[in-house]
């Protein structure tokens, strides 16, 4: 599975994520720092990675590119949450859910739960 961080996550989350065997790219790592959300979305659509971010807008299925099936994973959590506690949940998320619960769909991190609703079919 392919993960695409946003860049309003910490930059320690990617080396994490790579650790648990994901394929992961930081947006700011890649040339995207501060590019508008569609070419977010372009480099997503082409590599087929989940988008993992703090920007709401992601989470609207009706702006997503048609060829997008990957999902999306948006953290909501408090903007004073300190970056081990925003990584924690992530990783946790991640060891607890199979691919093909979260491949597809829009997936919310919260305190206490993290909930997913189909968006899209895989082909």
């Given at each position: 599975?392919?993960?695409?961080?946003?860049?309003?996550?910490?930059?320690?989350?990617?080396?994490?994520?790579?650790?648990?065997?994901?394929?992961?790219?930081d947006?700011?790592d890649?040339?995207?720092r501060?590019?508008?959300?569609?070419?977010?979305?372009?480099?997503?659509?082409?590599t087929?990675?989940?988008?993992?971010?703090k920007?709401?807008?992601?989470?609207?299925?009706?702006?997503?590119?048609e060829?997008?099936?990957?999902?999306?994973i948006?953290?909501?959590?408090?903007d004073?949450?300190?970056?081990?506690?925003?990584?924690a949940?992530?990783?946790e998320l991640?060891?607890?859910?199979?691919a093909?619960s979260?491949?597809?769909?829009?997936?919310?991190?919260e305190?206490?739960?993290?909930l997913?609703?189909?968006?899209?079919?895989?082909?």
């Amino acid at each position: 599975m392919n993960i695409l961080v946003d860049e309003n996550l910490p930059r320690s989350l990617a080396p994490q994520i790579a650790e648990l065997g994901f394929t992961v790219q930081d947006v700011r790592d890649i040339g995207l720092r501060g590019q508008p959300d569609t070419e977010v979305m372009a480099t997503a659509t082409a590599t087929d990675a989940i988008i993992l971010t703090k920007d709401r807008g992601f989470t609207n299925v009706k702006t997503w590119d048609e060829n997008f099936t990957a999902g999306v994973i948006f953290i909501n959590l408090p903007d004073d949450s300190p970056a081990s506690f925003v990584n924690a949940k992530i990783i946790e998320l991640l060891t607890q859910r199979t691919a093909t619960s979260l491949l597809g769909a829009v997936t919310t991190v919260e305190l206490r739960r993290a909930l997913s609703r189909q968006a899209r079919r895989r082909p």
